[in-house]
């Protein structure tokens, strides 16, 4: 799964008198994994939370990167179907991931659970404490005292124009917490473990980790530290769901 920000590489191309062509750079990601393997960008769109419809094939992704963008209007990638925690998928289980109806955002049968059982994670040039969702559903696996289950619900128009009512549901913090995810600390931590290995090219930073590794790093400090190194919140207040 790739999470980035390709500022930096359309900078470096226009440095270079050339010009940067995003599904020429998909493609070589597509080439990379082959026909075995799975390729998937974060479609992510929070705004059904507000009460705002979700049209599977029109809601954009919301500030997870212009890959993901991309990649839907492509005829190779398809659209996991959750109204909030998207995937624009390519490859071997694209029709697996694709069939998922999970309404919890972070559950054993969604597309989170598919990340830790199997996938390695890409970051190009933005670090995890900036786009690493995947935080929220060991959070919810383990249990966590400053996050509950929410429900939302809006209109939903499916892959064939139908419009009806949903509702989905996402680990969300109580505001009275004052709840912030930080995960450097478990990054530095996993760094230098070796668990994510760095390469640098063209003075663009690209980072790889297993989820599974990530998963085992946060599990043990939410059951053994408080999750102090993957979240800050005010402990011993009485927290109402917001």
């Given at each position: 799964?790739?999470?980035?920000?390709i500022?930096?590489?359309?900078?470096?191309?226009?440095?270079n008198?050339?010009?940067?062509?995003?599904?020429?750079?998909?493609?070589?990601?597509?080439?990379?994994?082959?026909?075995?393997?799975?390729?998937?960008?974060p479609?992510?769109?929070?705004?059904?939370?507000?009460?705002?419809?979700?049209?599977?094939?029109?809601?954009?992704?919301?500030?997870?990167?212009?890959?993901?963008?991309?990649a839907?209007?492509?005829?190779?990638?398809?659209?996991?179907?959750?109204?909030?925690?998207?995937?624009?998928?390519?490859?071997?289980?694209?029709?697996?991931?694709?069939?998922?109806?999970?309404?919890?955002?972070?559950?054993?049968?969604?597309?989170?659970?598919?990340?830790?059982?199997?996938v390695?994670?890409?970051?190009?040039?933005?670090?995890?404490?900036?786009?690493?969702?995947?935080?929220?559903?060991?959070?919810?696996?383990?249990?966590?005292?400053?996050?509950?289950?929410?429900?939302?619900?809006a209109?939903?128009?499916?892959?064939?124009?139908?419009?009806?009512?949903?509702?989905?549901?996402?680990?969300?913090?109580?505001?009275?917490?004052?709840?912030?995810?930080?995960?450097?600390?478990?990054?530095?931590?996993?760094?230098q473990?070796?668990?994510?290995?760095?390469?640098?090219?063209?003075?663009?930073?690209?980072?790889?980790?297993?989820?599974?590794?990530?998963?085992?790093?946060?599990?043990?400090?939410?059951?053994?530290?408080?999750?102090?190194?993957?979240?800050s919140?005010?402990?011993?207040?009485?927290?109402?769901?917001?």
């Amino acid at each position: 799964m790739v999470s980035s920000d390709i500022k930096k590489l359309i900078l470096t191309a226009l440095e270079n008198g050339e010009e940067f062509d995003i599904n020429c750079f998909i493609d070589s990601l597509t080439e990379k994994v082959g026909a075995d393997g799975t390729l998937l960008f974060p479609t992510y769109n929070w705004d059904f939370c507000k009460g705002k419809p979700f049209d599977y094939k029109k809601t954009k992704p919301d500030k997870v990167g212009s890959l993901g963008k991309a990649a839907l209007k492509r005829s190779d990638f398809r659209r996991t179907y959750h109204a909030i925690y998207s995937f624009a998928v390519f490859g071997k289980d694209q029709d697996y991931l694709c069939a998922m109806s999970n309404t919890d955002s972070f559950c054993t049968d969604s597309p989170f659970a598919y990340l830790h059982k199997y996938v390695k994670a890409l970051q190009i040039d933005v670090p995890l404490s900036q786009c690493f969702t995947f935080v929220h559903y060991v959070e919810q696996q383990v249990g966590v005292p400053y996050r509950f289950i929410k429900t939302f619900t809006a209109p939903y128009i499916d892959a064939g124009g139908h419009s009806e009512v949903r509702s989905y549901s996402m680990y969300v913090r109580y505001l009275d917490a004052n709840v912030k995810n930080i995960i450097s600390p478990i990054e530095d931590d996993l760094a230098q473990s070796g668990a994510i290995k760095y390469q640098e090219i063209n003075e663009i930073t690209y980072s790889t980790l297993m989820f599974s590794d990530f998963y085992n790093a946060a599990e043990y400090d939410i059951i053994n530290n408080d999750a102090k190194k993957i979240a800050s919140y005010e402990k011993g207040v009485t927290f109402v769901e917001e």
